[in-house]
T-cell receptor
């Protein structure tokens, strides 16, 4: 079945440093979504990427979808303590699957 | 517009008891997903339902677990004869997409189940 790998599992940064998490799928995706979960909270939708090579920005966050539609990345510039949380990617396999497969997430810890 | 609601937020059960978790999707949403999350792990898909239909239950154990989404009322995930390994956070998500496929999911606050 489809597998979605996400690295790293944990990332410690000093406030102001950049952060990147990577997501790789074993199969071609129709789209990929990113979610953020704060400690003790629930996942909150951030963005969806659909097109090959797509790049989207939300303030300090940059999301990319690979040309082959099998990988994606989330980059945060100049992290802040409010960025703390776990970032999940979720990919839907091409072929009409309704079920997104979530990666295990990358937990970001920002030290002030 | 109220978000996805789940209750109870915390549930404690003894081994062998039944656990009933409820989820009310966002207004206008007819698609409901249930996920299970263990500490420091990702979300594991359990079941996908539309009103009165189970679309995909491939992630749900065949025994002790069942789910429904009746015409009226919330979606319910039922776990019979709970065991300690059922302790986890159970999240419900709803989606507005009528034709399936790509759609963002709106998550509820989750139910933290603890089995003693």
């Amino acid at each position: 079945g489809q597998q979605v790998m996400q690295i790293p599992q944990y990332q410690h940064v000093q406030e102001g440093e950049d952060f990147t998490t990577y997501c790789n799928s074993s199969t071609t995706l129709s789209n990929i979504q990113w979610y953020k979960q704060r400690p003790g909270g629930h996942p909150v939708f951030l963005i969806q990427l659909v097109k090959s090579g797509e790049v989207k920005k939300q303030k300090r966050l940059t999301f990319q979808f690979g040309e082959a539609k099998k990988n994606s990345s989330l980059h945060i510039t100049a992290t802040q303590t409010t960025d703390v949380g776990t970032y999940f990617c979720a990919g839907q396999a091409s072929g009409g699957s309704y079920i997104p497969t979530f990666g295990r997430g990358t937990s970001l810890i920002v030290h002030p | 517009n109220a978000g996805v609601m789940q209750n109870p937020r915390h549930l404690v059960r003894r081994r062998g008891q039944e656990a009933r978790l409820r989820c009310s999707p966002m207004k206008g949403h007819s698609h409901v997903y249930w996920y299970r999350q263990l500490p420091e792990e990702g979300l594991k898909f359990m079941v996908y339902l539309q009103k009165e239909n189970i679309i995909d239950e491939s992630g749900m154990p065949k025994e002790r677990f069942s789910a429904e989404f009746p015409k009226e009322g919330p979606s319910i995930l039922r776990i019979q004869q709970v065991v300690r390994g059922d302790s986890a956070a159970y999240f419900c998500a709803s989606s507005p997409n009528e034709s399936g496929g790509a759609a963002e999911q709106f998550f509820g606050p989750g139910t933290r189940l603890t089995v003693l």
